[in-house]
């Protein structure tokens, strides 16, 4: 079988594992309490934007299925490496904020020091000033769009 027969049955399988996920979310989210009997809303229940996200995923799964199928007899090249040594570094550098920094560290130096340094290491090829000076400006940038939306919109206090 060609490599672009691999890829294109690979998007099929990949896109109705998205799609099964995206529903699987769906469910879950619409399972969890309204708060009704509190006067909650459609749009106050905590299930909403869960239920939206495991819409965007069947429907981008969706897309990503029917593309394998458009694609099912045409050369095309097949899927890179599962995972290489930027994906790696990407999985072990969010590891590492995810479990090692957030909870032991207060959020906005560790979200600004993660930011930091994933654009610094994934900014691709610009002179070191230059890629230092936009990672350290977005990372500052995030944390204070973060904290600020996270803790003066929706009043969550973050860790």
């Known amino acids: 079988m060609s490599k672009g027969a691999d890829a294109a049955r690979a998007d099929r399988r990949g896109g109705l594992g998205w799609i099964a996920l995206g529903a699987l979310i769906l469910v879950a989210s619409w399972r969890m309490d309204r708060f009704e009997a509190m006067g909650g ?5 905590p299930g909403l934007v869960p239920g939206l996200l495991g819409i ?7 897309l990503l299925a029917w593309r394998g199928w458009r694609a099912r007899g045409r050369s095309a090249p097949g899927p890179g490496p ?15 904020y995810a479990a090692g920094l957030i909870g032991r ?3 906005a130096p ?7 340094l994933f654009t610094a290491i994934y900014a691709g090829s610009v002179s ?3 890629r230092w000076g936009v990672a ?6 995030t944390t204070l769009l973060v904290v600020g939306v996270f803790e003066r919109i929706f009043l969550v206090r973050l860790p």
């Open 82 to 96: 599962l995972l290489n040594g930027r994906i790696a570094g990407m999985l072990v550098l969010s590891l590492v």
């Open 110 to 116: 560790a979200t600004a020091l993660f930011v930091t």
């Open 56 to 62: 965007a995923l069947m429907l981008l799964g969706g």
């Open 128 to 130: 070191p000033a230059r």
């Open 136 to 141: 350290l400006l977005a990372g500052a940038l």
């Open 105 to 107: 560290v207060p959020f």
């Open 41 to 45: 809303s459609l749009y106050t229940a």
